[in-house]
């Protein structure tokens, strides 16, 4: 007997737990928990693997850029394979140029980093005014 004058038989209460289903018998999850909006799902590394979204990822994702992010504390840098005088400007300069219109990191970095460092080299204009009629496009896509 409880002091709030509410009685509890015991025997109706250990009936009760053994009809209810077991909690290790699965149920069908019908509502999200407030803490899924705090922890988002992570990438499953044995799940299927999900195609890049743009050209410029796709190219980057395979290694067709000779060049790659190194992170900083406080400042990144692009690290070449080889030298960025040494490197065919002919389809290097337009990916590049097609990577100015990505929004998410490491991309956006690469794309301005690499078109800038390539327009700095020396022979750069010799190098480029060829590729200019597919350049023009480009920059233009990426502008707007």
């Known amino acids: 007997r409880m002091s709030s004058g509410i009685q509890i038989n015991p025997k109706t209460a250990v009936q009760k737990s053994k009809t209810s289903p077991l909690p290790c018998s699965p149920q069908p999850a019908t509502k999200p928990k407030p803490s899924d909006r705090l922890n988002p799902k992570t990438i499953d590394p044995f799940g299927a693997y999900s195609r890049p979204t743009s050209a410029f990822a796709a190219i980057y994702a395979k290694g067709g850029i000779p060049c790659r992010l190194v992170h900083g504390s406080v ?15 002919d389809p290097l300069l337009v990916t590049l140029a097609e990577g100015l219109r990505e929004t998410k990191h490491p991309y956006t970095f690469v794309s301005k980093e690499g078109f800038k460092e390539l327009l700095m080299v020396d022979g750069a204009t010799e190098k480029a ?12 896509a990426a502008l707007v």
């Open 129 to 140: 005014i060829p590729l200019l009629p597919r350049l023009v496009p480009v920059l233009k």
């Open 75 to 89: 400042k990144h840098r692009l690290q070449w394979e080889c030298l960025p005088e040494t490197v065919p400007f």
